[in-house]
């Protein structure tokens, strides 16, 4: 199986070289564009791409290589590329490959895990949510973001739950409890829409050769075709 994070067996090029597809590969579907020069192209303009970049180089030193000198030399490169983009990803963070983050803007990724080829838009934050016990509050937790799950922009994910596999959060929406997989969820505080997931909003390169996608989508299909025959 696949490693979803980079310091849990995967190899940091590797998933740098995920993010990258994810861009070139829209480039190409949206605006027609192939070649050398969409790679280049991505690499000039993506301010996503420099966060998530700067990010795993960060991770990576730290988690894999435990090296001082190296994490000394990517956190300099982080703190400067957070400035320069807005985009924050904790450092501790578990972030699998393929991430995309189609606009630069103030974006806030907390210390929390997130699935395989996820589209993460402006305005979006993933943090901390407390707890109470006995109405209290108690220790900060977080969400769990599955495989293929697109944000939209200002949304805020914040607490103790999961996002499942191929959800999909509308635009200005507050998740702040469970998403099933293939969820679509929208509003303040959101809810539940439909299961149809987030196949028309997503793609990423192998798409239709990913089993786990590919049993989804059927599974997304069979129900429209159920609630249609009702």
């Not at 894999?64 to 990803?89: D, E, K, M, N, P």
């Not at 509003?187 to 987030?198: D, E, F, T, Y």
Request: hydrophobic content about 40%; overall charge neutral; charged content about 20%.
């Amino acid at each position: 199986m696949e490693a979803s994070c980079v310091c849990e067996g995967g190899r940091l090029w590797e998933a740098i070289r995920a993010d990258l597809h994810r861009y070139t590969f829209s480039a190409e579907l949206e605006h027609g564009i192939a070649g050398p020069r969409v790679s280049l192209r991505a690499w000039f303009i993506s301010q996503g791409l420099w966060a998530s970049t700067a990010y795993r180089f960060l991770h990576y030193s730290r988690y894999r290589l435990h090296s001082r000198v190296l994490s000394g030399a990517s956190f300099l490169l982080y703190l400067v590329v957070t400035q320069l983009t807005g985009i924050y990803i904790d450092s501790r963070a578990h972030v699998g490959p393929g991430l995309r983050i189609p606009h630069g803007g103030y974006i806030v990724i907390g210390p929390l895990r997130v699935g395989r080829h996820c589209d993460v838009f402006q305005g979006v934050t993933l943090g901390r949510g407390m707890s109470t016990v006995e109405g209290r509050s108690s220790a900060a937790s977080f969400p769990v973001i599955g495989n293929r799950v697109w944000i939209g922009p200002g949304a805020v994910v914040a607490g103790e739950f999961n996002v499942g596999n191929d959800s999909s959060v509308g635009a200005n929406s507050l998740v702040a409890r469970e998403v099933p997989p293939r969820g679509v969820v929208l509003g303040v505080p959101a809810r539940l829409l439909s299961r149809r997931g987030s196949f028309a909003q997503l793609s990423f390169p192998g798409m239709d050769s990913d089993d786990e996608r590919s049993t989804a989508l059927k599974e997304a299909e069979a129900e429209a075709e159920a609630e249609a025959g009702h």
